[in-house]
């Protein structure tokens, strides 16, 4: 299985942006990269994904290296809100199934 | 949608006891998954399902947990006996296809805590 390795914490200030960082060295070429964050005494919910191109949407933007080794998740103004944990995650559809593993995250603290 | 929804928000029972958690899908998705979620190992995938049939249980760890999904609208999570080191909370998600690019969409977990 590709893995992920994600800072275990980071914080931020509000209203700044925050570049979250994603390590992904062994990515298949059909692999996607997929963001989601679990926000307190709840379910990870999605952010946002990419294949190659970056990709925006009224959540966060995605920036993929172009060797797509890496990527980075980018909040343009962070909120209270955003405290949460940020799980990179890479879509495996190995010949066993089409598994989402989920590594430790980047558990984001904001800074009023 | 309603969204995936998951019962009960919080079980506790004695070790030895028989759990069954619940878990309603998105309407039409056709991938339904299991997850538990500890502060020492993370979220593990237990089991997934497609079209109601099981494809990959590999995460299960051990023959007390059991999942079924007798239709496409309910599927159960079953601990016989209940340990204390069962104690987690357990998500179920769904997705429309296995495409690469679907989204999960999770339900709010259900806190088990085993006495």
């Known amino acids: 299985d590709a893995k992920t390795t994600q800072p275990n914490s980071m914080e931020s200030n509000e209203e700044e942006p925050v570049h979250l960082p994603c390590n992904h060295s062994t990515i298949s070429g059909t692999d996607y990269i997929h963001w989601y964050r679990q926000l307190p005494s709840q379910g990870p919910e999605y952010v946002i994904h990419g294949l190659t191109s970056n990709v925006n949407n009224r959540m966060a933007s995605l920036a993929i290296a172009e060797d797509r080794k890496s990527s980075t998740l980018i909040l343009h103004r962070a909120t209270l809100r955003d405290a949460a944990v940020y799980y990179c995650?890479?879509?495996?559809?190995?010949?066993?199934?089409?598994?989402?593993?989920f590594g430790t995250g980047t558990s984001l603290t904001v800074i009023p | 949608d309603a969204g995936v929804i998951q019962s009960p928000r919080h079980e506790v029972t004695e070790m030895g006891q028989e759990v069954t958690l619940r878990c309603k899908p998105i309407s039409g998705h056709d991938y339904l998954f299991w997850y538990r979620q500890t502060m020492m190992r993370g979220l593990e995938l237990l089991i997934y399902f497609n079209n109601n049939v099981p494809i990959d249980d590999s995460g299960m760890p051990e023959d007390r947990f059991s999942a079924k999904m007798p239709n496409a609208s309910f599927s159960t999570l079953k601990i016989q006996p209940s340990e204390p080191r069962d104690s987690a909370v357990y998500f179920c998600?769904?997705?429309?296809?296995?495409?690469?690019?679907?989204?999960?969409?999770f339900g709010s977990g259900t806190q088990l805590s085993v006495l």
């Open positions: 995650i890479l879509r495996d559809n190995s010949n066993t199934g089409n598994q989402f593993y």
């Open positions: 998600a769904s997705s429309l296809t296995g495409r690469k690019g679907e989204k999960l969409f």
